[in-house]
């Protein structure tokens, strides 16, 4: 599985629908007359984008990825930063998830490669996409820097805090360091919990569940576990599923339940067929037929 999964949940733009929303109420708190009404490039954009959205809550990832290339020429067409940001972000994280990251890193350096048209907030969210991206090819020190980088720009308070953590957390899990990937855990969990960050929660709760059964406290990572299923499991978002019962199996092969983990590594093995994530299904086919018979 990727790296950049096991981080957590990526972080995410406002809706393309909410933010024109939100342009139209401040202008309107401000006493000034109403901005025109949205352009028909404008509202195509908004369309072709919640369709991808909806797309790739389905794990539907090539017909997402098409419907936010539609969405970021709509963008472009009447040159509007917010929307060709939103876009652009969106794609990065398919192209990831489809595991085409030159790709990936192509949609976001367009970002940050123009300081001067995206704005700061922007800025942050592509720093920290780049982030995971580095982190997914397994350049943690990269990684590291550009979470760094995110950090640096994210205005605060800075919503993307948990993520980060999470993010540092993964590489502190790589390199050994338990006691600092539950640190880091932790601190990501509570202050998603306190953002109201579901995702961004659930996802530090998978990396809190990691060191701990690395460490062999197999209880309390199937409670962190269950509590990040409770949440991931209204979002219905496959990959967070995948991972819950991918990490809830290794967590069972720790107790020495083989059977119990065999049918959780099958499960997670459906989801990936079902969403047609060809990558993870078969790093997860490679590690099951390693995998020890018991």
Not at 77 to 96: F, I, K, M, R, S
Not at 129 to 156: F, H, I, N, S, Y
Request: proline share 5%.
């Amino acid at each position: 599985m990727s790296r950049r999964a096991e981080a957590g949940a990526a972080p995410r733009l406002v809706p393309l629908g909410a933010t024109l929303m939100l342009a139209a109420l401040l202008s309107a708190c401000a006493g000034t007359s109403p901005e025109p009404a949205p352009s028909r490039a404008q509202q195509q954009a908004v369309v072709n984008s919640e369709r991808a959205g909806r797309q790739l809550a389905r794990g539907d990832l090539p017909a997402a990825r098409q419907g936010y290339r539609l969405a970021l020429a709509s963008a472009q067409a009447v040159q509007d930063p917010a929307l060709e940001a939103a876009a652009l972000l969106n794609l990065t994280l398919v192209h990831a998830r489809m595991g085409d990251l030159a790709a990936a890193h192509g949609a976001v350096d367009q970002i940050l490669e123009a300081p001067a048209r995206f704005d700061a907030a922007v800025q942050a969210r592509a720093a920290a996409r780049k982030a995971l991206l580095r982190l997914d090819e397994g350049a943690d020190d990269e990684a590291l820097r550009w979470a760094d980088v995110a950090t640096a720009r994210c205005p605060e308070p800075c919503t993307l805090a948990p993520a980060l953590d999470t993010l540092r957390g993964q590489v502190a899990f790589s390199r050994g360091d338990l006691a600092g990937t539950m640190a880091l855990a932790r601190r990501a969990a509570d202050a998603a919990a306190a953002a109201a960050q579901p995702a961004e929660q659930a996802g530090a709760l998978r990396l809190l569940a990691r060191a701990q059964t690395r460490l062999g406290e197999t209880g309390p990572a199937a409670d962190a576990l269950a509590r990040a299923w409770a949440i991931d499991h209204p979002l219905g978002q496959p990959d967070r599923l995948a991972l819950n019962l991918v990490y809830a199996a290794d967590n069972e092969d720790r107790r020495g339940n083989a059977a119990q983990a065999a049918d959780l590594y099958q499960r997670a093995l459906t989801v990936y067929n079902a969403t047609g994530d060809v990558r993870n299904a078969e790093a997860l086919r490679q590690r099951l037929a390693n995998r020890p018979t018991r």
